[in-house]
């Protein structure tokens, strides 16, 4: 940076051009040479994984032959996805103690995951389907399940693949209406999600979940490897003392001491309006549990159960991951911080008012401190490469759990009766995965310009609804059976997507201060009365409610059944024969 003397007599700072500015220079060339280079690498493991996939169970379970720890590492992979590398972080910088919920609400859900893998992996072989399924009518539970898998991954898929296309658009500089190479911030933006796509499409297609356990086994070890460093050199900047690394990002975030404080986004108190509070505060509570239900019955955290020889290996895997992703959050607050202490929360909300450049921006910030202009492009470049291998990864997870589900339940069970040949089945998984990456491509392009993140939230709140009442009560309730899977699955499903529909998150919302609409319908639509933006609070309980009154409804009972499923979730008997 370049000196100058102000009629103050103090020397301040000129900013030298960024990367982030939109001119093409170093840092842009290494992002695309370690994007391309991972591309390459992944596509390589792709063509072998193909050479060694025979079977539908290679396909969809990688063969049962990964160990808990690279199962682990690909379930760190699977969870890890943008929103938790950049997306809190970037809270954090902009809310400080509000932006850390969200990592206690991720990684507290593991502690529910763990009981539940092992059990999962003994009585399932594919999807999440054949849990109910072994009990029941199979034909109507696997509808059901379904659907409801496909519905969970195409809101995940396109938030996703919006995402991807936002983050280039920012780290080329594009957001404030400038060109790099020729292209304008949508053309960019569109490019980047048929690329994606079309990349998901190939590593499923060719490698099935064999090209997708590694992939996220790699994407797990850079991703950890690169927060690890940048924690490091965050600490460093302040001596390794994490009271003055809050102190400043306090003193940096305009807040004071309320940055390191509870009530700057979530619960906040609203002075004369104590309905409004009440809500802002029960909004809170509806988002933790859908982050931590959710969790438990996303469907490709689901199916990776399946990648290892048995159950107790599927639970030390899962003790693995939370290690690694409890882990990963501590370290979002040394990078939430640092880029609220070192970036500053106008310099981020400048360039991204959602925070998601954060982690680009303190990247850049530190290889200037530490090693000048070079440290500054080629350590923004490897952030912004393993952002960019961190979506392309959970995306390939995404279809590949969707496109399992329409081949397995939907072509083989149902259509086929249950009695498909493997190459039949496998063909339509592969198809299935041209289809959905299609149809996420479509829905993408046509919402780039929409602010789509309420479909994670969406996404996790539907799992927390519509699945998780039918994997509990599948293993726990005697009387449970196939129109309380029907009630429980479409009912959640339509509780959330309802209560969603007319909640804030659609329409009537608007900034108090500017009066700008933060909604996605237009300012002149309002049909909100539901007044809470995550719905998992009342649409959970629902779920649930619809199972059990369904099942009460349906003299359908089968004990036997029902305890040959508990040896078996005990035991892993028979699993993998059915």
Partial sequence: MDGAVTGDGIVHLLAEPTALDGRFGPAHAWTIGLCALFVLVTLAITIRARHTTKGAVDFYAGGRGFSSTQNGLALTGDYLSAASFLGIAGMIALQGYDGFLYSIGF?????????????????????????PAFRMRRMRVRLACTISTVTVCVFYLVAQMVGAGALVSVLLGLHDGGTFLGMSASQARTGAIVLVGVLMIVYVMYGGMKAATWLQIIKAIVLLAATGMLTVLVLAMFSFDPRALLGAAAEASGHGTAFLEPGLRFGVEVPGEPTTTLFNKLDLISLGLALVLGTVALPHILIRFYTVPD??????????????????????????????????????????PSGNSAVPMLAEELGRLTAGPVGAAVLLALISAVALATILAVIASLTLASSSSIAHDLFGHILMWGRPRESQEMGVARFSACLIGAVAIVLAVQAQEQNVAFLVGLAF???????????????????????????????????????????PVMSGKTDPVTGENLSVLPPWIDIGFFPMENPALVAVPLGFACAVVGSLLSPERNSARFTELRVRSLTGWGADRD
């Fill in 461 to 503: 709140a539907i799992a927390a609804a519509a699945n998780l009442p039918v994997i509990v009560l599948t293993m726990f309730w005697r009387r449970f059976n196939t129109k309380g899977v029907e009630w429980g699955i479409y009912g959640g499903l339509s509780a959330t997507l309802l209560l969603m529909l007319f909640s």
């Fill in 311 to 352: 159950g107790r290996s599927a639970r030390s895997s899962v003790n693995r991951t939370i290690v690694m992703v409890g882990a990963f959050y501590l370290m979002t607050l040394a990078l939430g911080f640092g880029a609220a202490a070192l970036v500053g929360s106008e310099r981020i909300m400048a360039l991204d």
């Fill in 107 to 131: 990684l507290v859900a593991w502690l529910l995951v763990l009981p539940m893998a092992q059990l999962m992996r003994n009585t399932g072989r594919f999807t999440m389907a054949d849990l």
